[in-house]
C-alpha cells in the first residue's frame, strides 16, 4: 500500500486511529505505550522498568496485560480526561526536605493508634517480604556496600511489589471518612466545614500512585487475592472504627504515612546507593509526567519516588493535624482563608509541612 493510498472507515474507527496518533505522538519514551486500533503495544518494559521477560511479578501473559487506565471507545470528541483534582506544585528543594519524622504518643488514642500501625507493618513486611540493610536505613550511602551481596536484599522487584500492596490499601482510610463525614452531613442536614473534599483527595491521590506503579507490573493472582483480601479487612476495620472514634483513626493514618515516609526514603536511599541500577536512570511512566507535572528534566524512577514521598509527608500532617481538632465543630485548615495570609498556616501544598501536624491552637 503507498503512503498515498486511501482508506474508507468508520466515523468511530476514525476516532480511534486520531487517538492512535495522538498517544504515538506523546509517548515517544520507551516503556510508553502506543495504541493501534485499539490494541495496547507495550514497548521495552521488562527493561524499562527492572522486570525480567518472565514477568516473575506476574502471573498474567503479555498478550493479555489489561489497561488499567483504557482509553474511550465511544467518545470521538474527546481527547484526554484531565485529574478531578489537579495535583499542586512541588519544587525540587521542598521535596528534598522531606525528613522521616514521628509524633510522640500523648493520649491513650494515640497508644492504641500506634500499636495498630505497628502490628500493621509487621504484617505487611511479612506478606511483602520487605527487608533492609541497617546502613541504608540509618541513612549510608557507601557505594562499597552497595556491591556487597545480602541475603535479603531489596532489588527493583521487590519494591514494585511493596509499592503495589502498600497503595491499594493506603487509598481505602480517606475514602471511608469522606463517605462516613457525607452521609453525617447529609443525616443532619449540616455542613462538613470542608473535611470531606481533603480526605476524598487524599483517596484520589493514593490511587495515583497505585495507577502509576501498575504501569511498570501487573500483579498476578496470588497478590490480586492478597489485596482483595486486606482491603476487604481494611475497610471494614476503619468503618467500624470511624464510627467509633474518628480521632483515634485520624491518628492511626497520621502514623500510617509515618511509615509510608520511611519507606520510600529507604528505596531512595537504595538508587542513591547504587543497590537498585535498573532505577538509576529510568523514565518515569507518562501517567506520573502528567499528574504532577514533573519538570522535563526531573522525570526519573528517583524523582517519581520524591513526588510519592511528599505526598504522603503531606497526608501525614493532614491526619496528624485532623486528629488534634474536634471532630463536629472545627473546620479543616488546609482549605481555609486566613486573616494573615503571611504567616505560616497549613495550605494544600508542602510549603509549610509540620510532621506531627499543626496543634489546634496554632490553626484557630
Keep these: 500500500m503507498s503512503p498515498t493510498t486511501k482508506v474508507a472507515v468508520t466515523k468511530h474507527a476514525g476516532a480511534r486511529l486520531s487517538r492512535a496518533v495522538y498517544a504515538h505522538t506523546t509517548a515517544t519514551r520507551p516503556g510508553s505505550q502506543v495504541l493501534v486500533n485499539a490494541v495496547r503495544v507495550d514497548r521495552c518494559v521488562p527493561r524499562q522498568y527492572g522486570l525480567s521477560s518472565r514477568r516473575p511479578f506476574s502471573s498474567t501473559a503479555r498478550t493479555q496485560l489489561k489497561e488499567y487506565f483504557p482509553p474511550p471507545t465511544e467518545t470521538p470528541h474527546i481527547r484526554l480526561t484531565g485529574p478531578a483534582w489537579p495535583h499542586?506544585?512541588?519544587?525540587?528543594?521542598?521535596m528534598n526536605d522531606i525528613k522521616v519524622a514521628h509524633r510522640e504518643t500523648k493520649n491513650w488514642s494515640d497508644w492504641v493508634a500506634l500499636s495498630m500501625v505497628r502490628m500493621l507493618r509487621k504484617a505487611t513486611d511479612l506478606f511483602t517480604g520487605y527487608r533492609h540493610d541497617k546502613e541504608v536505613a540509618l541513612g549510608q550511602k557507601d557505594a562499597r556496600l552497595a556491591k556487597q551481596p545480602r541475603k535479603f536484599a531489596m532489588d527493583e522487584r521487590k519494591w514494585l511489589i511493596r509499592f503495589v500492596f502498600l497503595e491499594s490499601v493506603a487509598g481505602v482510610p480517606g475514602m471511608v471518612a469522606g463517605m462516613l463525614r457525607h452521609l453525617h452531613s447529609l443525616r443532619r442536614m449540616k455542613r462538613d466545614n470542608g473535611w470531606i473534599e481533603t480526605l476524598l483527595e487524599e483517596a484520589y491521590n493514593e490511587r495515583m500512585h497505585l495507577l502509576t506503579f501498575l504501569k511498570m507490573a501487573e500483579p498476578g493472582w496470588f497478590m490480586k487475592f492478597m489485596i482483595l483480601g486486606a482491603q476487604g479487612v481494611f475497610f471494614n476495620s476503619m468503618f467500624l472504627s470511624y464510627l467509633i472514634s474518628p480521632r483515634t483513626c485520624h491518628r492511626f493514618v497520621g502514623y500510617l504515612e509515618e511509615e509510608a515516609v520511611l519507606t520510600y526514603t529507604r528505596a531512595i536511599a537504595d538508587i542513591d546507593a547504587g543497590k537498585l541500577p535498573k532505577w538509576k536512570k529510568m523514565e518515569a511512566p507518562a501517567i506520573a509526567v502528567r499528574y504532577w507535572n514533573m519538570p522535563e528534566a526531573h522525570r526519573t524512577m528517583r524523582d517519581l519516588l520524591l513526588y510519592v514521598r511528599a505526598d504522603e509527608a503531606k497526608h501525614?500532617?493532614?491526619?496528624?493535624?485532623?486528629?488534634?481538632?474536634?471532630?463536629?465543630?472545627?473546620?479543616?485548615?488546609?482549605?481555609s482563608t486566613y486573616f494573615a495570609p503571611t504567616q505560616p498556616h497549613p495550605t494544600k501544598g508542602i510549603e509549610n509541612t509540620k510532621p506531627a501536624g499543626w496543634e489546634r491552637e496554632e490553626v484557630l
Design 88 to 94: 499542586p506544585v512541588y519544587t525540587e528543594q521542598q
Design 316 to 335: 501525614r500532617e493532614v491526619n496528624h493535624t485532623l486528629g488534634n481538632l474536634d471532630q463536629d465543630r472545627d473546620p479543616n485548615p488546609f482549605v
